[in-house]
């Protein structure tokens, strides 16, 4: 049974330039939430996704944007790339519940330059 | 707005001896604690969760976490860690809707 995977697992990007990065959730999960994790920090809350509408959004510009697809995959699309997006973006998904535990996959190592 | 501490950023330890992780939550309705490790390049894992019931909650690897309302508490206990227990531990608050805060992570460092 495969977990949650992500790709790609790095990426260098240049300022201003855009991204997308993606995530298939575990099978038999229905909600998928993106998390960015700065260097030496915890995971924050970017946004969740289900049944392909954003439920729930963390303090996050527009610049971020996400999708979830009728398989329940998602990207995270991030805009106009600044310096201080570089970070790990993880994907994690659960049920929609609120005591169902998230299942990470192990992230996409996103650079600006 | 829900806020998670872990109050020490690094923790060394020696192999075989007995190691805890504190961590403190913001008072809320719905209370459930987790706690995830993070190994090097690597993305989080559940070690345990609190979702009701029994205070002392077992995971997986040997570690066990207390929940305690009154003191907003949620420790994480190993009493003998290994030298492959060295990782970064993260706890984590979530409520009805499954977002979680997460506190900004303890390293725990096993020396031989």
């Known amino acids: 049974d495969a977990g949650v995977t992500q790709s790609p697992t790095h990426l260098i990007k240049t300022r201003g330039q855009q991204v997308t990065l993606r995530c298939s959730p575990k099978?038999?999960?229905?909600?998928v939430s993106w998390y960015q994790q700065a260097l030496g920090q915890g995971p924050q809350f970017i946004f969740q996704?289900?049944?392909?509408?954003?439920?729930q959004r963390g303090n996050f510009p527009d610049r971020f944007s996400g999708h979830q697809f009728p398989n329940y995959s998602s990207e995270l699309n991030v805009n106009a790339l600044l310096l201080g997006d570089s970070a790990l973006y993880l994907c994690?998904?659960?049920?929609?519940?609120?005591?169902?535990?998230?299942?990470f996959g192990n992230g996409t190592r996103l650079t600006v330059t | 707005a829900q806020s998670v501490t872990q109050l020490d950023s690094q923790v060394p330890v020696f192999e075989e001896a007995p190691v805890e992780l504190r961590c403190n939550y913001s008072?809320?309705?719905?209370?459930?604690l987790f706690w995830y490790v993070q190994y090097p390049n690597q993305g989080l894992q559940l070690l345990l969760k609190?979702?009701?019931?029994?205070?002392l909650v077992k995971g997986i690897n040997g570690f066990e976490a207390e929940f305690n309302k009154s003191q907003t508490s949620f420790h994480l206990r190993k009493p003998s860690v290994h030298i492959s227990d060295t990782a970064e531990y993260f706890c984590?608050?979530?409520?009805?809707?499954?977002?979680?805060?997460f506190g900004t992570g303890t390293l725990l460092a096993v020396q031989p």
């Open positions: 994690a998904s659960s049920l929609l519940r609120g005591h169902s535990p998230l299942h």
């Open positions: 099978s038999g999960h229905d909600t």
């Open positions: 996704y289900y049944e392909e509408e954003e439920r």
């Open positions: 008072s809320s309705v719905s209370v459930y």
């Open positions: 609190y979702l009701s019931g029994s205070t």
């Open positions: 984590a608050h979530g409520g009805a809707t499954n977002k979680l805060i």
